[in-house]
């Protein structure tokens, strides 16, 4: 990852931001972008306290015009981009028959959206420099069906056929397109999904995978690693589940 210019969105926590810090820690020029400002120079701060270089900018995936202004930035000041961790995303449940267009709206935009938006401008920055490597962030619920989440499943769907169109238009043109697809992360977002630690509802979600605990957000950001790498120069097209075995049953 040495000198890689890798663009991160959602990275002021949970995966995005631990897997900010591993590329700082491989030697990566990183821009970690996301809406929290404090918290997204915080990531940057502890980035280049372990002596890699990061630089925050502030985007919403959901609106266009930041994004493309956050890809022109990431080539202004590091010169190109290689690698594009699109991982932002937000959570949402409830039964079918309680859906409301404007939730609908609001999660589509930043989960589907968001990545299709940034696919859009950052494939034309890694064609200028020479090709790179795209990873998205789906779900193991991206694959299966899982009752009372069902707009933020479809959601997870949608990336699944983003990530492999995106890998099929441009194979030939030195650009990787993959997914990871994780089950239940220690992170904020499955905190409001699940509760603390301790819960019924926490434990019942951990006894859920094979392995009878949820993972790290560190070992997801490994196999982001390993997909945005020269190991996987073989890889595209795929969706990668780092899910305890949960897709194994």
Not at 17 to 42: H, M, N, P
Not at 161 to 172: D, P
Not at 177 to 205: H, S
Request: aromatic share 6%; hydrophobic share 45%; charged share 20%.
């Amino acid at each position: 990852m040495k000198n890689k210019i890798v663009l991160i969105t959602g990275a002021t926590s949970g995966i995005g931001k631990a897997t900010a810090i591993k590329f700082g820690e491989r030697g990566a020029k990183v821009v970690v972008s996301g809406r929290r400002e404090s918290e997204g120079q915080a990531v940057a701060e502890t980035i280049k306290a372990g002596g890699g270089e990061a630089t925050f900018v502030r985007a919403d995936v959901a609106n266009e015009e930041e994004v493309k202004a956050l890809v022109a930035k990431t080539v202004e000041v590091y010169g190109g981009l290689d690698i594009a961790f699109n991982n932002a995303g937000v959570e949402h449940t409830g039964p079918i028959t309680e859906a409301t267009r404007e939730d609908y709206q609001r999660i589509f935009d930043i989960n589907v959206w968001g990545v299709l938006g940034a696919m859009k401008h950052e494939i034309p920055a890694m064609l200028q420099h020479g090709g790179g490597s795209i990873v998205n962030t789906s779900s193991v619920v991206g694959h299966i069906g899982m009752a009372g989440a069902s707009i933020y499943i479809a959601t997870k769907h949608a990336v699944e056929g983003l990530t492999k169109t995106a890998a099929m238009e441009y194979a030939k043109e030195g650009i990787r397109v993959n997914a990871v697809a994780p089950a239940a992360i220690e992170t904020a977002m499955v905190d409001r999904f699940a509760g603390e630690e301790g819960t019924d509802e926490r434990t019942g979600l951990a006894a859920m995978h094979p392995v009878g605990r949820l993972g790290k957000a560190d070992e997801i950001a490994e196999a982001v690693l390993y997909l945005a790498s020269a190991a996987s120069s073989f890889v595209t097209g795929i969706s990668l589940n780092v899910d305890g075995g949960w897709l194994a049953q």
